[in-house]
């Protein structure tokens, strides 16, 4: 069974900084192709805020650029960051850590694994 499990949320006011992890288990993973961060704010759709591929390239959402970055634990490759500068009220959301995951018994066959969600909130 795998598993993604966030934590690092919370409230802070507008222009402070808040670090997300999202540690990734389970004894059948045989890799990840790439790590994500996306964010959900109330009747909102999903979003995508920050992608990092196992070789290291990463993308961001327009609205984060310079403000945020991705980053995984390369002892750990199971574990990967989302640092948060800079908040904004509009960066208020429910933050979800997905992963692309290859098990043993499916390697040509990745699949989206998501955690369960973290809140930010950025008061004003």
């Known amino acids: 069974q795998v598993q993604l499990v966030e934590s690092g949320g919370g409230l802070v006011q507008a222009g402070g900084s808040l670090r997300l992890s999202c540690v990734t288990s389970g004894r059948s993973i045989l890799g990840i192709n790439s790590m994500a961060w996306y964010r959900q704010a109330p009747e909102k759709q999903r979003e995508l805020v920050a992608v990092?591929?196992?070789?290291?390239?990463?993308?961001y959402a327009d609205s984060v650029k310079g403000r945020f970055t991705i980053s995984k634990d390369n002892a750990k490759d199971t574990t990967f960051f989302l640092q948060m500068t800079s908040l904004k009220p509009e960066d208020t959301a429910v933050y979800y850590c997905?992963?692309?995951?290859?098990?043993?018994?499916?390697?040509?066959?990745?699949?989206?694994?998501w955690g369960q969600g973290t809140q930010v909130t950025v008061s004003s």
């Open positions: 997905n992963a692309v995951i290859r098990l043993w018994d499916r390697p040509t066959s990745p699949y989206a694994y």
């Open positions: 990092i591929t196992n070789g290291g390239s990463t993308n």
